[in-house]
């Protein structure tokens, strides 16, 4: 089956500090890789998204590339703000069939960021 | 435009009492989700319907039970609440197509209190 494997938190950084959150998976078939930001008492948004290997998916200054060699989809920014404290998801989704692309989830990353 | 829209926000149940949560999606999506976050554990998928009148059991669909009344609404049913199911309900779609632009939507998420 599918899994999904992040780091585990939580994550404290000064302002301007360099993020990475790690993440890598397993899957069955070729998955499409996924980010997403929960804020603090909102739903999930989707941050990035990378559908092939090699492939770099881009947002408000996050990225992260779709390595699968080494089956990855690290989350970086070069420069944090608090604004972006918040829960931090990867995700991947294959087709289950029936066409239903269920998301499989990691158990999330909370960051803090701190003036 | 609304997206997805889940009612109620906040419940508090007693042991053995039932109740649906309810969920409208407003894009002409095809699928769609029913999630359960608890802490540390991530999203876990209760329930899929992957078009109107089709459901299918997810990763923990015990104690659970869904209807997908029209291709709109996607409720969920507790039919004899327990403690265990204390946690963040979310209700999510994505429409369907022959790319991997998944395009999950997710709702703001109704927290239930089961004492």
């Known amino acids: 089956g599918n899994s999904v494997t992040q780091m585990e938190g939580p994550v404290t950084l000064s302002e301007e500090a360099f993020l990475t959150i790690n993440c890598t998976y397993t899957?069955?078939?070729?998955?499409?890789l996924f980010w997403y930001v929960q804020y603090p008492g909102e739903g999930l948004q989707l941050l990035l998204k990378a559908t092939k290997a090699d492939d770099k998916g881009s947002n408000k200054g996050f990225e992260a590339t779709y390595r699968k060699e080494t089956t990855s989809f690290h989350l970086e920014k070069g420069s944090v703000q608090v604004s972006d404290s918040a829960v931090y998801f990867c995700a991947l989704t294959t087709n289950s069939g029936a066409g239903s692309y269920q998301l499989t989830f990691g158990k999330g990353t909370k960051l803090s960021v701190i003036p | 435009n609304a997206g997805v829209t889940q009612t109620p926000k906040f419940q508090v149940l007693k042991t053995g009492q039932s109740m649906t949560l309810q969920c409208a999606q407003d894009m002409n999506h095809n699928s769609m989700y029913w999630y359960r976050q608890d802490p540390g554990m991530g999203l876990r998928l209760i329930y899929y319907s992957a078009s109107e009148g089709t459901t299918d059991k997810g990763e923990v669909p015990n104690g659970y039970n869904v209807s997908r009344l029209n291709k709109r609404e996607f409720s969920l049913r507790l039919e004899s609440a327990a403690p265990s199911q204390t946690s963040v309900y979310f209700c999510a779609s994505r429409t369907h197509g022959g790319t991997k632009n998944y395009g999950y939507t997710f709702g703001s998420g109704t927290r239930l209190t089961v004492v």
């Open positions: 899957a069955t078939g070729y998955p499409s």
